[in-house]
């Protein structure tokens, strides 16, 4: 059979968290399976970094980006983004040659109904943890068997057969029920059983239990019950699309294994406050370091020159006096964006001071280096405790009245760089790493689910080829 007739339509949501690992999820389609695959992307007036995503992407042949604009005024929701561009999707998709299967991520449910009109096979690719998948296949029991808040239970969040949820980590869309992003979240939840099969971007290695779980267990799953299919870790393997010479550079200047990285992501922000005591924090621990420091979020606090005559806001200026005078050349502060794949798979990188979103997250793990978690949002509270608590790959951060101080700043900075815990950690965290890039090597359990599932296109494709003929 030609397998070059297998044709999958891919749908991201908005935002370059979303994009990246369904990116490199459709370069193994084409690479390792001869598979065609049309990838589509809304652009909004918002979209630069996407945008800039795609310029900076190499594309091997059988892999076509369809860039889609949508002109909406719901774009504050990515879940209205979505259901708002179905139109335009589906008169897309409909002009595509023989399309196959549909894939969409976590808040594109919606569209399934453009896969059921078309006769075509209906995947969610999930670009979290497993963890969250087993939260949100059990959200809709949830739902109807709790009354009230679940921030207000006394007892951790049961999930059968994972591990409890700690009220306190608990992903931000459950924190309140009575708000629109709860009923977004619930509605994708109910819907995730709709798909013929979940994609999740994590491997066996980083999450047995869970993935176990997701795959036995009937209470969970329920019916009907879709086939799970670990394929990752998936991260960007192409260079960064902004600068990132002069980090490089810098970091070629130190012993190897000597650097913390501190970044939140490209949506995490701090408060004035916070950036201060970071700033201590840093300066204190006497450790290398290179902080991507953005502007603060609700902009609090004093500040040292003001907002420029072109209504600019340089980060730099809620920096302490004197912090760039005083850690001239043990520190190197780069302004909102740094090359964070190439930052952490320096030989001088020792550790990884981040929000734990998943992307940030298992690109941490994939080059072998050690976190201080310092979740924001999202899910992120859950994926720190899993690093720190379950892999033991991570410290955590403890705020006091809302804010790490800068002694505990110190304190796990040290412990990171230059402790024996922190040793202990580098050493668990590369044999995580070496588990990863197995698991995505010919014969690893991720390589081999993602050939169990092409498989099974494949027999569709050809039944539907036999029904024609």
């Given at each position: 059979?030609?397998?070059?007739?297998?044709?999958?339509?891919?749908?991201?949501?908005?935002?370059?968290?979303?994009?990246?690992?369904?990116?490199?999820?459709?370069?193994?389609?084409?690479?390792?399976?001869?598979?065609?695959?049309?990838?589509?992307?809304?652009?909004?007036?918002?979209?630069?970094?996407?945008?800039?995503?795609?310029?900076?992407?190499?594309?091997?042949?059988?892999?076509?980006?369809?860039?889609?604009?949508?002109?909406?005024?719901?774009?504050?929701?990515?879940?209205?983004?979505?259901?708002?561009?179905?139109?335009?999707?589906?008169?897309?998709?409909?002009?595509?040659?023989?399309?196959?299967?549909?894939?969409?991520?976590?808040?594109?449910?919606?569209?399934?109904?453009?896969?059921?009109?078309?006769?075509?096979?209906?995947?969610?690719?999930?670009?979290?943890?497993?963890?969250?998948?087993?939260?949100?296949?059990?959200?809709?029991?949830?739902?109807?068997?709790?009354?009230?808040?679940?921030?207000?239970?006394?007892?951790?969040?049961?999930?059968?057969?994972?591990?409890?949820?700690?009220?306190?980590?608990?992903?931000?869309?459950?924190?309140?029920?009575?708000?629109?992003?709860?009923?977004?979240?619930?509605?994708?939840?109910?819907?995730?059983?709709?798909?013929?099969?979940?994609?999740?971007?994590?491997?066996?290695?980083?999450?047995?239990?869970?993935?176990?779980?997701?795959?036995?267990?009937?209470?969970?799953?329920?019916?009907p019950t879709p086939r799970v299919y670990p394929v990752g870790p998936l991260i960007r393997s192409d260079r960064p699309f902004f600068h990132g010479p002069a980090c490089l550079t810098w970091l070629d200047m130190h012993p190897p294994e000597s650097v913390l990285f501190v970044a939140f992501g490209s949506g995490g922000t701090l408060s004035a406050k916070q950036i201060t005591e970071l700033a201590w924090g840093l300066e204190l621990s006497q450790q290398r370091f290179i902080?991507?420091?953005?502007?603060?979020?609700?902009?609090?606090?004093?500040?040292?020159?003001?907002?420029?005559?072109?209504?600019?806001?340089?980060?730099?200026?809620?920096?302490?006096?004197?912090?760039?005078?005083?850690?001239?050349?043990?520190?190197?502060?780069?302004?909102?964006?740094?090359?964070?794949?190439?930052?952490?798979?320096?030989?001088?990188?020792?550790?990884?001071?981040?929000?734990?979103?998943?992307?940030?997250?298992?690109?941490?793990?994939?080059?072998?280096?050690?976190?201080?978690?310092?979740?924001?949002?999202?899910?992120?509270?859950?994926?720190?405790?899993?690093?720190?608590?379950?892999?033991?790959?991570?410290?955590?951060?403890?705020?006091?009245?809302?804010?790490?101080?800068?002694?505990?700043?110190?304190?796990?900075?040290?412990?990171?760089?230059?402790?024996?815990?922190?040793?202990?950690?580098?050493?668990?965290?590369?044999?995580?790493?070496?588990?990863?890039?197995?698991?995505?090597?010919?014969?690893?359990?991720?390589?081999?689910?993602?050939?169990?599932?092409?498989?099974?296109?494949?027999?569709?494709?050809?039944?539907?080829?036999?029904?024609?003929?």
């Amino acid at each position: 059979m030609d397998t070059t007739k297998c044709h999958v339509a891919i749908i991201p949501s908005p935002g370059v968290g979303q994009i990246i690992p369904l990116l490199e999820f459709a370069k193994r389609l084409v690479s390792l399976h001869g598979f065609h695959v049309s990838f589509f992307i809304l652009t909004t007036d918002a979209s630069t970094a996407q945008s800039q995503l795609i310029r900076s992407t190499s594309v091997p042949d059988g892999l076509h980006i369809i860039q889609l604009r949508q002109d909406s005024s719901s774009m504050t929701r990515i879940s209205k983004v979505i259901r708002e561009s179905i139109p335009l999707l589906r008169s897309a998709i409909t002009d595509l040659a023989n399309p196959t299967v549909l894939i969409v991520d976590i808040f594109g449910t919606d569209v399934f109904e453009i896969a059921d009109d078309l006769r075509m096979l209906k995947y969610l690719f999930f670009t979290s943890s497993a963890s969250l998948l087993a939260l949100m296949m059990h959200l809709p029991t949830l739902d109807q068997e709790i009354n009230g808040e679940y921030i207000d239970l006394p007892e951790p969040l049961q999930i059968p057969g994972c591990n409890p949820i700690r009220i306190d980590d608990l992903v931000d869309s459950l924190r309140d029920r009575r708000n629109e992003r709860y009923r977004s979240f619930l509605h994708h939840a109910h819907r995730f059983r709709m798909a013929h099969g979940i994609l999740i971007n994590t491997c066996e290695d980083l999450e047995p239990k869970t993935i176990s779980t997701l795959r036995e267990n009937d209470t969970l799953m329920q019916n009907p019950t879709p086939r799970v299919y670990p394929v990752g870790p998936l991260i960007r393997s192409d260079r960064p699309f902004f600068h990132g010479p002069a980090c490089l550079t810098w970091l070629d200047m130190h012993p190897p294994e000597s650097v913390l990285f501190v970044a939140f992501g490209s949506g995490g922000t701090l408060s004035a406050k916070q950036i201060t005591e970071l700033a201590w924090g840093l300066e204190l621990s006497q450790q290398r370091f290179i902080w991507v420091v953005r502007p603060p979020s609700g902009r609090d606090g004093p500040r040292n020159v003001r907002v420029s005559m072109d209504g600019s806001d340089d980060p730099l200026d809620y920096l302490p006096d004197g912090f760039l005078t005083r850690t001239r050349g043990v520190g190197l502060v780069v302004h909102t964006f740094g090359p964070q794949i190439e930052i952490l798979g320096h030989i001088s990188t020792a550790g990884f001071l981040t929000h734990c979103g998943w992307n940030s997250t298992m690109e941490s793990i994939m080059h072998g280096v050690p976190m201080i978690v310092w979740p924001l949002y999202a899910e992120q509270r859950m994926n720190a405790a899993m690093l720190a608590d379950d892999l033991k790959v991570a410290v955590r951060s403890e705020p006091l009245n809302g804010v790490v101080g800068r002694e505990e700043l110190e304190r796990v900075v040290r412990l990171v760089i230059d402790g024996e815990e922190g040793k202990t950690m580098r050493a668990r965290v590369k044999k995580l790493k070496d588990a990863a890039l197995r698991a995505l090597d010919e014969g690893g359990s991720s390589c081999n689910s993602l050939s169990h599932v092409v498989s099974e296109w494949k027999v569709n494709l050809q039944n539907m080829d036999e029904n024609v003929q």
